[in-house]
């Protein structure tokens, strides 16, 4: 296929790193671009290929905007719960929007396919038609004075994307890896 061609060709250090981190792996991020683009059943076994295709897809036709105030690792789950509960003192309901709950614990957005992702990489996301009201949300949201510096840009950062998503009129696709 072309795309996965021309991808393989602008993304190329993504995908021989990728190969070198799991050279025993049947499916190649080349067969999830594939199955995903294709609609082909997909193999749950390797969900993590699948995340690191829809990212490619993301890197390629999105726009990547900052993310300087979320940094991946050891604690990133641990930060995103003190962001979250941060949000839910200020009266956000995590069932309306939380960092967790819909930017990283949500899945693949439809109509990829759904499956279980158990850890990282993971995957959120917000679409367009909700993204209005959680913009609304965050924007009317009162921090408590004393809410952290750290927790506040991140919040603060997070209510950016949403933003510039509404003003784009598009979906909000994260990844957490």
Not at 66 to 80: F, I, K, M, Q
Request: aromatic share 12%.
């Amino acid at each position: 296929m072309a795309l996965i061609s021309y991808l393989r060709e602008k993304q190329g250090w993504f995908f021989e790193q990728n190969r070198e981190r799991w050279p025993e792996i049947e499916i190649s991020i080349e067969t999830a671009l594939n199955q995903l683009i294709l609609g082909a059943p997909i193999n749950e076994v390797s969900w993590f290929q699948y995340v690191y295709a829809a990212k490619v897809l993301c890197d390629e036709f999105g726009e990547h905007l900052s993310n300087a105030e979320w940094s991946a690792g050891p604690r990133l789950s641990a930060w995103v719960t003190e962001v979250d509960a941060v949000l839910a003192a200020a009266g956000l309901e995590p069932e309306r929007f939380a960092i967790g709950r819909h930017l990283m614990d949500r899945g693949m957005p439809p109509p990829l396919p759904r499956f279980e992702i158990p850890d990282y990489p993971s995957v959120g996301y917000l679409l367009k038609s909700e993204l209005p009201s959680v913009n609304q949300w965050l924007g009317a949201i009162n921090l408590p004075t004393e809410t952290d510096a750290g927790v506040r840009d991140s919040i603060q950062e997070a209510a950016g994307w949403v933003y510039a998503c509404v003003e784009r009129r598009c979906d909000l696709i994260c990844f957490a890896y």
